[in-house]
């Protein structure tokens, strides 16, 4: 069975203060893919990014970047320099070897940038 | 840029009623899906589609739930008898070529 864990339930932090989300993942398969989504007060779901079991290089986009440990089985996502845009609940997912198959997600972390 | 889209945004109805929510996914997407979210709660799945047919789904999606590709750009999930319980933003998403799943907007069921 496939289980994703977000511990932090909510976060606030100051605008331009860093923050970390942190996403611990479970599952049997060696082939599996982690996924990030914002979903913000609109409700939507926001696909921010992908990463596959065989690639851990960590990736940076802009303010956003992400931490891959396959030893910790931990897939973090740090936000630079936060803004108030940036205030939203953050899902951290995770997909079989198929790749097509089902998200799993986390319950969400709640992020609030405090202006 | 292409977009998955849902409709109705908002759906209320009695108890017992059917609905149908509808979803149009990405065009040359071959995978769709169906998940709910119960507000404030973690999204779940509830099934997946691929090549006309159904190839997973969950414990929730039971007989009262089905799904249907009607024609070549539509893809709906009905509601046969609704429960209170049922009331919950439902999102349609489909998937692209380096498996990430795009998410419609939602529709969100409210069940009186």
């Known amino acids: 069975a496939q289980k994703v864990t977000q511990a932090q339930t909510e976060i606030s932090v100051v605008e331009k203060e860093d923050v970390t989300l942190d996403c611990v993942y479970e599952?049997?398969?060696?082939?599996?893919?982690l996924f990030w989504y914002k979903q913000p007060p609109s409700g939507e779901l926001v696909f921010l990014i992908r990463r596959n079991s065989f690639d851990e290089q960590n990736e940076i986009s802009g303010r956003y970047s992400w931490n891959f440990q396959k030893s910790t089985s931990s897939f973090n996502f740090t936000i630079t320099a936060s803004q108030v845009v940036d205030s939203a609940v953050y899902f951290c997912?995770?997909?079989?070897?198929?790749?097509?198959?089902?998200?799993?997600f986390g319950t969400g972390t709640r992020l609030t940038i405090i202006p | 840029e292409p977009e998955v889209t849902q409709t109705p945004s908002h759906q209320v109805t009695q108890m017992g009623q059917e609905v149908i929510l509808r979803c149009v996914p990405i065009?040359?997407?071959?995978?769709f899906y169906w998940y709910r979210q119960i507000l404030g709660q973690k999204v779940e799945f509830l099934v997946s589609?691929?090549?006309?047919?159904?190839?997973?789904k969950s414990e929730i999606f039971d007989d009262q739930f089905s799904v249907e590709r009607p024609d070549g750009s539509n893809f709906t999930l009905k509601i046969r008898s609704t429960k209170l319980e049922d009331s919950a933003m439902y999102f349609c998403?489909?998937?692209?070529?380096?498996?990430?799943?795009?998410f419609g907007p939602g529709t969100r069921l409210t069940v009186l």
């Open positions: 589609f691929y090549n006309n047919e159904i190839s997973e």
């Open positions: 065009s040359n997407h071959l995978y």
């Open positions: 997912a995770l997909s079989g070897r198929f790749g097509n198959e089902k998200l799993t």
């Open positions: 599952t049997r398969d060696t082939t599996y893919y």
């Open positions: 998403a489909s998937r692209g070529e380096i498996n990430e799943q795009f």
